[in-house]
Antibody, heavy 122, light 107 residues
Framework: EVQLVESGGGLVQPGGSLRLSCAAS????????MTWVRQAPGKGLEWVSA????????YYADSVKGRFTFSRDNSKNTLSLQMNSLRAEDTAIYYC???????????????WGQGTLVTVSS | EIVLTQSPATLSLSPGERATLSCRAS??????LAWYQQKPGQAPRLLIY???HRATGIPARFSGSGSGTDFTLTISGLAPEDFAVYYC?????????FGQGTKVEIK
């Protein structure tokens, strides 16, 4: 059974940093690209970042480029999202999501974690 | 960035009725479009990929159509569990983008 479990969310002051993690199980982790999607309270979905299965390639939304870094450890089946210079508008539930197909790169997402809430406020 | 515009924002229907949701892209995405369903407090669920292919385990009452810039999600007869928010998403260009969502509510 595929499982994705996010952790690391919490309350942080503007300008601060936070590191999110996502633990994956139930599939051949290194074969799949992975993606972070966020959702501000009461709002829609926003694609944030993606990483290839090999970790050689990453893409970011303009809204987070230069502030967020997406990495993965295929030996531990884990993802990390390092978030720096946080702003109030980064407040959201952050979901990690698995690509539906092993040949895709942030194509479509067939499994999602339960999400972790990040609140940026003073 | 490709902008996806969904309409209507809210659809008020009764169980058993047909729902037709629209997603329009600011430029062609070919058939590289998906639909997701999200219920309150839950993660999104993949319904349709590549515009018209149902994901694993999705009931046949859900169907997708379209290509280029205009796409439609049809729910042929609304079941009580189908009242939710629906999002489209493109994978044609970076960054990937989602539409703003259509809420299907009980009339």
């Amino acid at each position: 059974e595929v499982q994705l479990v996010e952790s690391g969310g919490g309350l942080v002051q503007p300008g601060g940093s936070l590191r999110l993690s996502c633990a994956a199980s139930g599939f051949t982790f290194s074969s799949y690209a992975m993606t972070w999607v966020r959702q501000a309270p009461g709002k829609g979905l926003e694609w944030v970042s993606a990483i290839s299965g090999s970790a050689h390639s990453t893409y970011y939304a303009d809204s987070v480029k230069g502030r967020f870094t997406f990495s993965r450890d295929n030996s531990k089946n884990t993802l990390s999202l390092q978030m720096n210079s946080l702003r109030a508008e980064d407040t959201a539930i952050y979901y990690c999501a698995k690509d539906q197909s092993s040949y895709g790169f942030s194509y479509y997402f067939d499994y999602w974690g339960q999400g972790t809430l990040v609140t940026v406020s003073s | 960035e490709i902008v996806l515009t969904q309409s209507p924002a809210t659809l008020s229907l009764s169980p058993g009725e047909r729902a037709t949701l629209s997603c329009r892209a600011s430029q062609s995405v070919s058939s590289s479009l998906a639909w997701y369903q999200q219920k309150p407090g839950q993660a999104p669920r993949l319904l349709i990929y590549d515009a018209s292919h149902r994901a694993t385990g999705i009931p046949a009452r859900f169907s997708g159509s379209g290509s280029g810039t205009d796409f439609t999600l049809t729910i042929s007869g609304l079941a009580p569990e189908d009242f939710a928010v629906y999002y489209c998403q493109q994978r044609s260009n970076w960054p990937r983008t989602f539409g703003q969502g259509t809420k299907v509510e009980i009339k």
